[in-house]
């Protein structure tokens, strides 16, 4: 550890279990200690979650890539009618799901899209209401807030009317994807077109109010500063002081291939990865669980993310596209063994569990 008055007074306090301020979470980001970092928050983790990591068996339906958007950090949307552009039927949808259902573990799905610029609101809770009917069995966990700011604006609906009858369509859990950073200035500059930080805060504040779950995420490592960082971490944190709706949050790191970002940004180092992974769990007192997504992270790195404060994992990802066409050098998928073998060699418990971290029963 640095024997600083600053560092000393960090680490008393998290032994204390006292709340970290935002000149702390700034200290951190400053200090080149890694380890410590690391240490500080596997000692939280240990604290709160005790030794289980959580996986489960998932499926991801990216129903199109035709997206209004084009945010500058996306390798994924295309504009209509452009080279590799789809939009999925819902017959598409149900053979992918169907494809999937082979692996006799599959329990539940991650619906997350573009926003299509001519697809109606009733088209997306159609395709939905249908997978939900054709595969009862599946946990639904889908969209994001900005996904459904959109699917507002569009319909004339307001956000609660839209999440209400996307539950009644069977949507379990919300996905926390969209956040990016929670900075009208960096929302400006990278995605002027989708939802602000203020529209994706109350998604999420509705959603709470109305009993259904979200995640919550950070994509990091383009041209946000530091501050901004610790700052979209204190304002998850408040809005789960007010609701305590959140379930896990995600560190995403800029994958900058195939997007119009990634020409001057390159990409974070797996020091920056596991120092954002570990400062988090330390901000975020009153979360429950952070997720290394492997998918982003590589498996290598996010086995080692589970000593830096993360307690989640993710899933077998069957058929993710979005975060491969960033360049994503992770598998596109990985068997339940394999992840149940990445978790024990880093000594802890797997457990399989669905979209609302219930533990289900496996063979």
Known sequence: MLCTKEYEEIEQKVMRGERLTREDGLRLFACPDLAWIGAMADYVRKKKCGDIVYYNVNCHVNLTNICLSRCKFCAFGRDEGSPGAYAMSKEDA????????????????????????????EHYLDILQTLHEKFPSLYLKGFT??????????????VREVLLRLKDAGLQAIA???????????????????????????????????????????LYGHIETMEERVDHLLKLRSLQDETGGFQTFICFPFL???TELGKTISQTSMWDDLRTMAISRLLLD????????????????AQVALGFGANDIDGTIHKETILHDAGATSPLALQEDTIIRIIREAGRIPAASDCNFNILPTD
């Not at 053979?95 to 610029?117: C, I, K, N, T």
């Not at 807030?145 to 307001?158: A, C, D, K, M, Y």
């Not at 009153?286 to 790195?301: E, G, H, R, S």
């Open 94 to 121: 149900i053979e992918l799901v169907r494809d999937a259902m082979r692996d006799p573990h599959l329990a539940g799905l991650h619906v997350v899209s573009g926003l299509h610029p001519t697809w109606s609101f």
């Open 145 to 158: 807030g900005v996904e459904i700011t959109h699917f507002s604006r569009i319909s004339g609906l307001s």
């Open 176 to 218: 926390g994807g969209g956040a990016e950073i929670l900075s009208d200035r960096i929302r400006r500059e990278l995605c002027p077109k989708k939802a602000t930080a203020d529209e994706w805060l109350e998604v999420a504040r509705t959603a709470h109010g109305l009993g259904i779950k979200t995640n919550a995420s950070m």
């Open 256 to 258: 900058p291939k195939n």
């Open 286 to 301: 009153n979360f429950q669980n952070i997720k290394a997504y492997w998918v982003m992270l590589t498996v290598p790195v």
